[in-house]
């Protein structure tokens, strides 16, 4: 599942970012509300987390455009000011949660899942299918033809964006910035090495093969024409 951050504080940018990610998200980091706001109205997110105190636009006014906008996705609020009025305000603009600087990551986590598995009316689904491989976003459980499969954190991560854009063609370098938050090297496989483990597990023993590759651009997943 995929998740916007709105911090400006770099350091708890990051440490969200990387805890969230080893969780098995999918994750951008915005700095500014303006940025935020851009991010997560051309976006598909299932989840804003969102400062109050930001540069430009604030926390407040940023979900006050996204709701403008008719963007429904859940929030939950990040503040250092622990005082009612504050979180009485935030949940009238329609903030699904709060949580008072200092906290745990474990407590956040906790309150991600929560939100995410109550969903709302018009939520995206939490569940995705191509042929008989089926991906249950919240249980991190993937099965094919009933089976079981077991993956990594990456290559869950790897199979949901591919499962996520089924049909377009995704380039290395998107994948590496999506999933390990790197710049793409050309003189590094590391991609390739991880699209071979995970055909190994999703395709290997089943029909139709589902992960391709396309020459000179990178890796699609459909259903092949002939078997459509």
């Keep these: 599942m995929n998740i916007l951050i709105v911090e400006d504080e770099p350091k708890t940018g990051e440490y969200l970012r990387q805890g969230l990610r080893e969780a098995g998200f999918v994750v951008d980091l915005a700095t500014r509300g303006n940025d935020g706001l851009h991010l997560a109205l051309v976006g598909q997110h299932d989840l804003v987390i969102l400062d109050v105190m930001l540069p430009g636009l604030d926390g407040w006014q940023v979900l006050k455009g996204l709701r403008s906008m008719g963007r429904q996705m859940p929030v939950l609020f990040l503040t250092a000011r622990d005082q009612v009025e504050d979180r009485v305000q935030g949940l009238e603009l329609g903030a699904d949660d709060y949580l008072v600087k200092p906290f745990s990551f474990a ?13 709302r009316p018009g939520q995206e689904l939490t569940t995705l299918r191509l042929a008989d491989l089926e991906l249950d976003l ?9 089976r079981r499969i077991d993956l990594t954190a990456k290559e869950f991560g790897l199979l949901e964006l591919l499962m996520r854009r089924q049909g377009e063609v995704l380039p290395r370098s998107l994948i590496a910035s999506q999933v390990w938050d790197l710049n793409f090297d050309s003189d590094t496989n590391v991609i390739d090495v991880a699209v071979r483990r995970l055909r190994a597990k999703v395709d290997e023993g089943f029909e139709p093969r589902l992960i391709h590759t396309v020459r000179g651009m990178g890796y699609v997943m459909e259903i092949p024409e002939a078997e459509a």
């Excluded at 407590?107 to 969903?119: D, H, K, N, Q, S």
């Excluded at 919240?138 to 009933?146: E, F, M, W």
């Design 138 to 146: 919240l249980r991190r459980r993937i099965t094919r033809a009933g």
């Design 107 to 119: 407590e956040l986590l906790a309150r991600v899942r929560v939100i995410l598995r109550r969903g």
